[in-house]
């Protein structure tokens, strides 16, 4: 069982930056493929990025402003969002998966991010 719980969402204004954090437990946190979804109202979750020990995949929305990242000792994986724009607006939920078990799939609670001015 892993444990999901995201951080770092809140108001900003266009072209601004947020940095989100989801801290995992109960598990062994290199032997998941984590990721960022994120779901805006009245649309269907969309996957955002992914992070394995030797590769990051980004939706081709976000590619060159967004920038996933983990630190497998501290069980965190982060998302640096910067030029961030009012379309960014969103719940953003962590995700894992077992990389030999993808039936071991975890979800955090979500945190929201807002982008206006």
């Known amino acids: 069982q892993v444990q999901l719980v995201e951080s770092g969402g809140g108001l900003v204004q266009p072209g601004g930056s947020l940095r989100l954090s989801c801290a995992g437990s109960g598990s062994i946190f290199y032997r998941y493929v984590m990721g960022w979804h994120r779901q805006a109202p009245g649309k269907q979750r969309e996957l955002v990025a992914t992070i394995t020990t030797d590769r990051t995949d980004y939706a081709d929305s976000v590619m060159g402003r967004f920038t996933i990242s983990r630190d497998n000792a501290k069980n965190t994986v982060y998302l640096q969002m910067n030029s961030l724009k009012p379309e960014d607006t969103a719940v953003y939920y962590c995700?894992?998966?077992?990389?030999?078990?993808?039936?071991?799939?975890?979800w955090g609670q979500g945190t929201q991010v807002t982008v206006s001015s």
């Open positions: 995700n894992a998966r077992h990389l030999l078990y993808p039936q071991n799939n975890y």
